[in-house]
């Protein structure tokens, strides 16, 4: 089976690459996605080796890119949309909540919405405002949509292709900051074979506490629990992959065994994903846990300027201080 040493970035080509040659219905749409590739060049030479009629460059409209992409999926068509920068989604939020997430439902399951949202998301790429933005809550909390997102190149690869062949709406966020970060990827396995789409997953073993977290902070988790084993302690890892629906059987698993819990996320703490997985585990694990479940996340302001960023994002110094007082109690 061959496997390559691909960045995320490419590996999220390869996938929609794949995609595209698998199935004549899919169609990739989106501001610069043709001729430039994408301003992360994530969709680079697709234009070229597909043709403008199924990789389209838009005008830039996110609200139109969301709207038209409906209509295609009501036809029958598979279309991937890419949402240039997370801050540039909110024009398009309307249509997202009030079409794209309801449209089954309100059809009473006639209709299927066989659709990709893409966005990458996150900070850490020194960019200006509105392009370092973490709303992956308001969409797991609308009913009507699935959300994922991924760590690494493996799971770039297959989860793209995975949630393009869904027939359920899926926001498809991709950790920005990661994209040139490198790591095997096996081209040639079949689809079948890949790990579930919506299923968490333990990235580190561990036995002494447990850090869950998702997209960018996958990295930090692991960067954090290197260090640690430096010191004699051992911290298992859980990347959750899919954040609606929540798949915490790992995490939970996990909690049972070590008694303590640290839930990690770029965004704001205020209402964000960690509280409903400190909740979630509470409930299901209070029994085996040493500690209160800590969280470490963004601050509950507006995203800094760049030049302030490293202060405003959850790092590992800020990970380890979490460990620290679990084991504190």
Known sequence: MATETLTLGKALNAG???ALENDPKVV???????????????????QKDFGDQRVI?????????IGTAVGLAI??????????????????YDQIVSQVAKMHYRSQGKVRIPMVIRIPYGGGIGAVEHHSESPEAYFAHTAGLKVVTCANPQDAYSMI???????????????????WEKGPVELDAPLADAYPLHAARVARPGTDATVLAYGP???????????????GRELEVVDLRTLSPLDLTAAYESVKRTGRCVVVHEAPGNLGLGSEI????TEECFYSLESPVLRVTGFDTPYPAARVEEEYLPDLDRVLDAVDRTFGW
Do not use: H, N, W
């Open 161 to 179: 292709q995975q949630a393009i062949a869904s027939d359920d709406p899926i926001v498809f966020l991709e950790p920005k900051r990661r994209y």
């Open 75 to 92: 036809r029958g068509f598979r279309p991937v949309c890419e949402i240039q920068f997370d801050g540039f989604v909110y024009p398009a």
């Open 28 to 46: 990739i749409m989106g501001e610069d996605v043709g001729k430039l590739g994408g301003v992360f060049r994530i969709t680079d030479g697709l």
């Open 16 to 18: 929609l690459r794949k």
């Open 217 to 231: 902070m996958v990295r930090t988790a692991l960067d954090a629990a290197t260090a640690a084993a430096e010191d």
């Open 57 to 65: 460059d838009t005008p830039l409209a996110e609200s139109g890119i």
């Open 278 to 281: 400190a909740a979630r585990i």
